[in-house]
């Protein structure tokens, strides 16, 4: 984290918690299961990634934990500070951040300005919001592009930028939904490397929701795998790649002997 960063960070005066969690978590669309007791605890320092089939509920459990979504049963700690009940904006400002599966920006501001207006949603000034948004982009490669109009931007750079936005609030955890979705295989590869130094850069927790298992693979200390709204299984990335469970959910029974190379 650079120097400007972390007085932005002190001058919060918070102490930074340790753990993000989600307990016993069930969410219900009329008859549809969304969330069935989902447990998880993302630790700050780490990489979490979370992985599993299209419409398992990964999307619903980040929705749940940043205060999109309340849960039908179960609770969300922030430490020890429940956050259950608490709206998006209250939940942002206590540290979690998010970025969406669709980048989500203000089209019609700058990248700069995008970002300016995160900081200054989680409680900055104006010229510590500007001072972190440029420490970001500099720091994310996006400097030269500070001034463009969101609306222009590639998509690769629109992701990139979704991530930066997320950062620029000075989260205790990011939660990012499929940050690589469609981008070529360069521009993945330097968002591996964005993602991985996230936790020592910005002395927070990252939450990683990705189809794309290269990334997952090769980011993540931790992975949590959801099935059909249920927890089907977590470890670290070789533990998970060598669950039988696992291996079915993705690629049905007669798989379960074979390599998972998602
Ligand atoms: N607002 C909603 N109303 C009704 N059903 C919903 C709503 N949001 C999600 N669902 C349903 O809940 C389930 C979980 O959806 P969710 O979007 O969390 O899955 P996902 O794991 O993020 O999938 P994907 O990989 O496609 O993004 C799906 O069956 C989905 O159709
Ligand atoms: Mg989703």
Redesign the pocket.
């Known amino acids: 984290m650079t120097a400007r960063a972390t007085a932005a960070t002190a001058a919060s005066g918070m102490a930074r918690p340790q753990r993000l969690q989600a307990q016993g978590v069930h969410v219900a669309?009329?008859g549809?299961k969304?969330l069935t007791g989902v447990d998880l605890t993302i630790q700050r320092g780490q990489v979490m990634g979370l992985i599993?089939?299209?419409?398992?509920?990964?999307?619903?459990?980040v929705?749940v934990l940043t205060g999109f979504q309340p849960p039908t049963q179960g609770r969300v700690l922030l430490q020890d500070r429940p956050l259950t009940g608490m709206k998006a904006r209250d939940v942002a400002r206590a540290g979690v951040a998010r970025s969406f599966?669709a980048a989500r920006l203000f089209r019609d501001m700058t990248v700069q300005e995008n970002l300016i207006v995160a900081g200054l949603g989680a409680g900055l000034g104006r010229r510590a919001a500007t001072e972190r948004a440029r420490d970001i982009l500099d720091w994310i490669g996006c400097a030269p592009i500070a001034q463009t109009q969101c609306d222009g931007l590639s998509y690769g750079d629109e992701r990139r930028i979704s991530i930066a936005r997320a950062l620029a609030m000075g989260p205790s955890f990011a939660l990012l939904?499929?940050p690589a979705s469609g981008m070529n295989e360069s521009e993945c590869a330097a968002l591996m490397q964005v993602i991985s130094e996230l936790p020592a850069r910005f002395d927070c927790g990252v939450l990683l929701?990705e189809?794309n298992m290269t990334v997952i693979m090769g980011v993540c200390q931790r992975i949590h795998v959801?099935d059909g709204?249920r927890s089907l299984a977590e470890g670290t990335p070789d533990e998970v790649q060598a669950d039988p469970a696992v291996r079915r959910a993705y690629l049905g029974e007669k798989a379960e002997k074979t390599a998972l190379v998602i």
């Open positions: 669309f009329g549809i969304a599993g089939p299209n419409g398992a509920g990964k999307t619903t459990l929705n599966q939904d499929e929701i189809h959801l709204g």
